[in-house]
Each structure stands twice: as C-alpha cells, then as structure tokens.
C-alpha cells in the first residue's frame, strides 16, 4: 500500500468518501482477445485473457489524482486533501514533512501531467502554500474573554494583560516550545480512558496543535479550543495536568483562568 493516503479496507466505497478504494494485491494491466471462426452457419467465438500487474504504492498515488480530479466542486479538494494529511500527522505522531514534500514533488507532477486546466493545479498549489510552514512569525493578538493575550514566537516571553473592574495586572509568563509540547503530552494522557468520542474531538485539536508547534507556528487558538473541551469534560477529571507544575502558567492560554 502506501503510507501517505487513508485506504479502505473494502475494494467498494461509496462516491462521497474521502478515502481512497483499497486495490487490492493484483491489478488488471491488459486485457487481449481473439476470435476463434465457427462451421458454416455457425457463429464465431471470442476468449479474452487478462493480465495482471502486482500492485504498487506509484498505483495509490495515481488513484489520489484521480480522486482529486472527480471532486465537485473542484474548491472541494482542499477537503479531500486535510483528510489524508490529519489521517497522516495521526498515523505516524510526525509534523507531516514528508506528506507535504510527497505532494509537492511526486503528486503534483502526477497532476500537472492528467490535468485539461489549470483550476484543480491552482487549488492544489493554493493548499500547499497554506499549509508549509511561513519563515516569518507575526504576533497575532487574540481577544478573548475579557483577556487579551499575545503570542509571538514561542520561545518568546508570553504577555496576558488581564482586565478588571477594580484593577489592571500583567503577567509575563515564559512557556518554552518543550513545556507545550508537554502539556499536550498530558492533555492525551488524561484522556486515553476516556469516551472515544472525546479523544476523536481532543485528538483532532491536539494533533494539528502538535503540527503547528513543530514548525514554530502560533498555536494559541488550539489551546483555547483545547481549553473548552476540557471545560465541556470537567477540569476536575484532567489530573495529570492540573498537578503538572505548569498548570498555573498554562491556564491563562488554555481559556481556564
């Protein structure tokens, strides 16, 4: 098979599914035929042979291009695309490097060479760009919840401003990319026995805020949304990481106090 695409485990799938069909061991390469003349007022025979071709990962690749260019609208691949690189970054617990570099220089080719127009190599290009990592970090403010706190690089010192009615207070607090990739690390570990509907939820958020902290990108608004499902869940029920000593530290990013 190959390593970078979500297959199916059933060779049948229903048009709207974003994996792709599992191929199988063996794939049909050619098909000959021949006529065999029948007696007098008899009608000629035919036979046909197939010959088979072992499977390849080359053959997955050519079957993501084909799955790309049946997609309607053709705006949809991005859809298609964030399917297989989320089922990727999960598989291997990795930033997704080397999906991206796959892409980049081996399904793209592919494309160019079955594509009539240039719409589908544009989205194509369009999601690539969006989802390599920028060599430059800008601070982005997020406002929320009567804090406004500002994220830059994450290695930086990061700055809440916190206001009340009676008083102002800032707090400088420096999360280094180690301790944030820790509190991930105890985000999963609290919910491991948890329902699995709520592992798919954090596991989702959790996976592209590991991605993103690899490739030293912003990932403030993970941790919110990271924030508010610990609060759907309970704060109560997260252990590991309200008795991690950088609770106090991270509280404030994750929307929790």
């Known amino acids: 098979m190959n390593p970078f695409y979500d297959i199916s485990e059933n060779t049948e799938l229903p048009e709207d599914s974003l994996k792709l069909r599992n191929l199988g061991t063996q794939q049909v390469s050619m098909i000959t035929g021949t006529r065999s003349r029948g007696g007098w007022g008899e009608r000629d025979s035919y036979s046909s042979k197939r010959y088979y071709t072992e499977v390849t990962a080359a053959d997955y690749d050519r079957a993501f291009v084909t799955k790309i260019l049946y997609t309607r609208p053709s705006y949809n691949i991005d859809k298609l695309l964030d399917h297989h690189f989320h089922h990727y970054l999960q ?21 160019i060479a079955r594509n009539p127009s240039n719409a589908y190599l544009e989205l194509f290009q369009e999601w690539l760009d969006q989802i390599e990592p920028k060599k430059n970090h800008k601070i982005i ?24 009615v ?45 991605t993103k902290l690899q490739r030293e990108r912003d990932i403030q608004p993970q941790l919110i949304n990271l924030g508010g499902l610990i609060k759907d869940v309970g704060v109560n029920l997260f252990t590991s990481l309200i008795s991690a000593p950088i609770y106090d530290s991270i509280k404030p990013l994750l929307g929790l106090g």
């Not at 997020?142 to 916190?162: C, E, S, Y």
């Not at 008083?167 to 026995?193: F, G, M, P």
């Not at 948890?194 to 798919?200: G, L, N």
Request: glycine share 4%; hydrophobic share 35%; no cysteine.
């Open 91 to 111: 598989k291997t617990g990795t930033a997704g490097e080397l999906f991206i570099r796959h892409m980049r220089f081996e399904v793209k080719d592919l494309l």
């Open 141 to 164: 403010p997020q406002n929320i919840t009567n804090n406004n706190i500002t994220v830059g690089n994450i290695n930086a010192p990061t700055q809440l401003q916190q206001d009340s």
């Open 166 to 210: 009676h008083s102002n207070q800032t707090q400088h607090n420096k999360i280094k990319k180690d301790e944030l990739s820790q509190v991930l690390e105890l985000i999963r570990l609290d919910i491991k026995n948890m329902d699995e509907q709520i592992r798919k939820d954090f596991d989702m958020e959790l996976t592209y805020a590991a």
